[in-house]
């Protein structure tokens, strides 16, 4: 049986140095869709670096972001009407009157 503890000699001198070297980190979001219906396949998105209100996400289709919201079980983001390219989902959510807000 392997079993690896923290006092593990390979995790303690190779994996776990490695780690906090990379800086490896995971931001993990909700989604919710403002303009188009619900996508079952797309609930939450995941990330590398941190998401801000004006970024542009592609899952499956591009999306704006347009609000960021720290909830109990997350940080939900909500995004405007779904588009093929970048451009076309920051048109469509300052048509939609999503982003920016006045």
């Known amino acids: 049986m392997a079993f ?3 006092r593990s000699p390979i995790l303690a001198n190779y994996i ?18 403002l303009a188009d219906g619900k996508d079952p396949d797309f609930t939450k998105y995941e990330s590398s670096t941190p998401i ?11 999306h704006c972001v347009v609000e960021i919201k720290e909830q109990s079980r997350g940080v ?3 995004l405007s009407k779904s588009a093929h390219d970048p451009e076309e989902a920051m048109l469509l959510a300052s048509q939609y009157g999503h982003y920016p807000k006045n």
């Open 4 to 6: 690896c503890s923290l």
């Open 76 to 78: 939900r983001l909500a």
């Open 52 to 62: 801000n209100v004006g970024d542009v996400i592609e899952c499956h289709y591009f």
């Open 16 to 33: 776990l140095p490695l780690k906090w070297a990379l800086g490896v980190s995971v931001y993990k979001y909700n989604l919710r869709y």
